[in-house]
């Protein structure tokens, strides 16, 4: 199956309050920056420059993508199409909102809580390569 976008950046669990969830998500190299961290004492924004991803390069893992997972020292340690394993997400309470029936659990929670480097490939775009449609007016 061939895929239009391809991404390539960190596998991560994304959380914000109000979620019921965690979220697997995949934010492309592309989407990090750096800037200053909040400073408690001088409440301002001048604390040492921490790395931030913008939400708008991240895809969100939903099943049908193609995954390609890499070690530490940029191996291939897994390959293949993944889909939604709903009795795993069951049994964790729905804790999490994707967990793929193709790789073990723990691999899985592995790969994305320890930042693995990983290419997906989606036929959705990021949010930040999104063009709008053009609407012709009619009067």
Known sequence: MIKKYTYKGNLDLYFETGMEQQVPI?????????????????KKWDGPQEEFRKITWCVWIRGEEYLKVFD????????GLITKDREKIKELKYALSFIPKEIELEKWLLWCTTKYLAEVST?????????????????
Do not use: I, M, Q
């Open 123 to 139: 036929n959705t775009p990021v949010t930040a390569e999104k063009k709008e449609e053009e609407v012709p007016h009619e009067f």
């Open 26 to 42: 995949l934010c492309d190299l592309r989407g990090y920056y750096k800037s200053p961290s909040f400073n408690n004492e001088t």
């Open 72 to 79: 530490k020292d940029n191996n291939l340690v897994w390959e």
